[in-house]
Nanobody, 125 residues
Framework: QVQLVESGGGLVQAGGSLRLSCAAS????????MAWFRQAPGKEREFVAA????????IYTDSVKGRFTISRDNAKNTGYLQMNSLNPGDTAVYYC??????????????????WGQGTQVTVSS
């Protein structure tokens, strides 16, 4: 059983940056794919970015390509999402997720077994 705890959210002005962290405990995080999803008020949860267990492959939703970077440090059992050039459309609760996910399924929320509680990101204009 893996527990995930996100941190690093907050309020930032448009054009600013934030770095989210996802600290894992209680399991073999290093063997799992990891992803970030987000949910804005009144909207469905959407995929943001994912990374394979060894960091060899990363994928992003089109709206964040070139602005966000997903990474992980398996020695620290921690994943990250560096978010640059933020805009109000990025405002949401951000969730990290982990699990034994096939590469073809990296963007599918239902494939992830473990989820964090979420961290709020608010971008003001």
């Amino acid at each position: 059983q893996v527990q995930l705890v996100e941190s690093g959210g907050g309020l930032v002005q448009a054009g600013g940056s934030l770095r989210l962290s996802c600290a894992a405990s209680g399991g073999t995080f290093s063997s799992y794919a990891m992803a970030w999803f987000r949910q804005a008020p009144g909207k469905e949860r959407e995929f943001v970015a994912a990374i394979t267990w060894n960091g060899g492959t990363t994928i992003y939703t089109d709206s964040v390509k070139g602005r966000f970077t997903i990474s992980r440090d398996n020695a620290k059992n921690t994943g990250y999402l560096q978010m640059n050039s933020l805009n109000p459309g990025d405002t949401a609760v951000y969730y990290c997720a982990a699990g034994p996910v096939y590469m073809v399924d990296l963007g599918r929320a239902r494939e992830y077994r473990y989820w964090g509680q979420g961290t709020q990101v608010t971008v003001s204009s």
